[in-house]
């Protein structure tokens, strides 16, 4: 398999607490890479997330997480989207996060967003 570099186009600090909380995309704009005349996208497409201090649950289908409904993550855990050969962006656009109901304060959550 061929190496690819993924680059990082943003990083977002959450505080996750008793209500829902989405991840907000950074800004991007495409640009000519003038020696190779390529455009390439800074579109995230790919994203590494920590979890801190309380569990939480995250969704990315449109739905809402609950306290008792999505993918659980307990702290210290993370979801690892930087799969070269894959797109995440239909994902990492909807993805929300909310505390499990077995959290005892508010969790933080950090997101880091490749493309």
Known sequence: MT????????????????????VTLPTYKDYTDAPL?????????????????????????????????????????EINWLDPRRDYYGVISRLKFITDTTATGDAHVEVAFFA
């Open 37 to 77: 005349g390529i455009t390439r996208s800074q579109t995230p497409r790919h994203a590494l997330i920590q979890v801190y201090d309380q569990p939480v649950r995250w969704l990315a289908d449109s739905n809402d997480p609950s306290g008792i409904f999505g993918q659980l993550i307990l702290p210290g855990g």
């Open 3 to 22: 190496a690819v570099a993924l680059n990082q186009t943003g990083i977002q600090s959450l505080t996750v607490g008793g209500v829902q909380v989405a």
